[in-house]
């Protein structure tokens, strides 16, 4: 119970503050349906599949590739995020500059507290 009202903690502050963003392997495969554990805080997170029923589990429930071609500053795809993530969505992870840049990563994952 105290890791669901930790997560629900984190997601809450990403909310009010700004969008948590994470700088994801490139490789790591998110879909619809998946459910993750995420560690860390701040711009590195680590995620990993877990069943959905796990405490504190995340669901995605929206991936797609962020609109533009060249890099269009954090507050846009932030923007973005907000404006085509699903209005369940609770928290999502965007691209930063350095992984559009460096590693090709125009992915916006939308996520929902799974319970």
Same mark, same amino acid.
Request: one cysteine or more.
């Given at each position: =119970? &105290?890791? *669901? /009202?930790?997560?629900?903690?984190?997601?809450?502050? !990403?909310l009010? /503050?700004?969008? !948590? @963003?994470? &700088?994801?392997d #490139?490789?790591?495969? *998110? &879909? =619809?349906?998946? !459910?993750?554990? @995420?560690?860390?805080? %701040?711009? $590195?997170?680590?995620?990993? $599949?877990?069943? !959905?029923s796990?405490?504190?589990?995340l669901?995605v429930?929206?991936?797609f590739?962020?609109s533009?071609?060249?890099? #269009?500053?954090?507050?846009?795809?932030?923007? @973005?995020?907000?404006?085509?993530? #699903?209005?369940?969505?609770?928290?999502?992870?965007? #691209?930063? &500059?350095?992984?559009?840049?460096? %590693?090709?990563?125009? @992915?916006?994952?939308? *996520?929902?507290?799974?319970?």
């Amino acid at each position: =119970m &105290k890791l *669901l /009202a930790a997560s629900v903690v984190v997601i809450l502050f !990403c909310l009010l /503050a700004v969008a !948590c @963003e994470a &700088k994801l392997d #490139p490789s790591f495969d *998110l &879909k =619809m349906g998946d !459910c993750i554990e @995420e560690t860390g805080l %701040g711009e $590195h997170y680590s995620v990993k $599949h877990v069943s !959905c029923s796990a405490p504190g589990a995340l669901r995605v429930v929206a991936v797609f590739d962020a609109s533009y071609k060249d890099w #269009p500053g954090q507050t846009v795809i932030e923007a @973005e995020a907000e404006r085509r993530c #699903p209005w369940s969505a609770t928290s999502y992870f965007v #691209p930063t &500059k350095e992984s559009w840049e460096q %590693g090709g990563d125009r @992915e916006i994952v939308c *996520l929902v507290e799974a319970y």
